[in-house]
């Protein structure tokens, strides 16, 4: 048909199909996987230029929003989580960028020798390393600490006290 086509009834079987767009009103079951093949650039478009794409840039999927909300709210007694998983030696971090650079970087240093929470200026966990926490406990911090404290904590003042730690 070329003006289109309709089941009423039963199941569709299509098998090559070329087609520069399909539309399908209502929703789409998918018992199976969704292969989307092409250059960079693949992506997913959604409401309110939402999107979500591949590209082959570092093999990233981009999710362009001005946020990403995790719910467990369907779930009765439910947990939410966000899950950051790398092999064994190598970084699980979250960075947060302005533009194209990178700011700052949280997560777990997988090149340490034992388990290193790290905050870490310029993205590289372990070399930018400005504070971390290990798996004991202990805190480590590159540069001062200031703790600005309401002085009438310790005598009976409105004014601000300050300590400095140097390494």
Do not use: H, P
């Amino acid at each position: 048909s070329t003006d289109g086509l309709r089941i009423s009834a039963g199941e569709l079987e299509i098998k090559n199909l070329t087609s520069q767009t399909s539309k399908v009103d209502g929703d789409l079951t998918v018992d199976g996987n969704i292969n989307m093949s092409g250059s960079s650039g693949t992506r997913i478009n959604m409401y309110g230029d939402v999107y979500m794409e591949a590209t082959s840039t570092n093999e990233y999927l981009t999710i362009n929003s001005q946020a990403l909300f995790l719910t467990a709210a369907e779930y009765t007694d439910a947990n939410c989580s966000l899950l950051l998983a790398s092999d064994s030696g190598y970084d699980a971090k979250i960075s947060f960028m302005e533009a194209s650079g990178t700011n700052w970087s949280i997560g777990n240093d997988g090149g340490e020798s034992t388990s290193t929470f790290s905050f870490s200026a310029g993205g590289t966990l372990g070399t930018d390393e400005k504070m971390s926490l290990d798996a004991n406990g202990n805190t480590k911090q590159e540069g001062s600490v200031i703790i600005k404290e309401k002085a009438s904590a310790i005598a009976d003042t409105d004014t601000y006290g300050q300590i400095w730690v140097k390494n």
